[in-house]
């Protein structure tokens, strides 16, 4: 039994593209890729729910990993591109953090539900009264 692992395991190092594939080189940052696409989707959801310090925190860990990514031997690549991605998330929920409670995001989009509650107010008002005005006319 060992003598199969064993040629196997000659056999996959042998292919450059299996030796890489079965390397933490591939499955470090292929895991670590969640993060970056985390980060992503949540740039769709509301700015209120984003952590500063988290944001800040996140964008500075994939600076230096970036800069890991090229200090290690053999250059890790596909490290540097899931760093480079999530860095770029992170900085734009960082400004989406700022916009929103630092720079008036937050009044300005209560301004506009404020707008459409009373726009919506005023179109059921005007419903109201014309059904008053059917039921009075027969």
């Known amino acids: 039994m060992a003598a199969a692992i064993k040629a196997l395991n000659t056999k996959i190092r042998a292919n450059p593209v299996l030796d890489y594939v079965c390397s933490t080189h591939f499955w470090g940052p292929a895991s670590n890729f969640g993060i970056p696409i985390a980060a992503v989707m949540d740039t769709q959801k509301d700015p209120e729910i984003i952590s500063g310090r988290m944001t800040a925190a996140l964008a500075g860990y994939s600076a230096v990993f970036m800069r890991y990514a090229f200090a290690v031997t053999p250059r890790n690549y596909l490290l540097f591109a899931c ?10 929920q960082g400004y989406r953090y700022l916009q929103y409670w630092n720079f008036g995001g937050r009044e300005r989009i209560e301004q506009t539900k404020a707008k ?4 919506t107010v005023k179109a059921k008002g005007e419903e109201a009264v014309q059904k008053v005005k059917e039921v009075v006319s027969k």
Do not use: I, R, T, Y
């Open 116 to 119: 459409e509650g009373l726009d």
């Open 83 to 92: 760093h480079f991605v999530n860095c770029n998330a992170q900085l734009v």
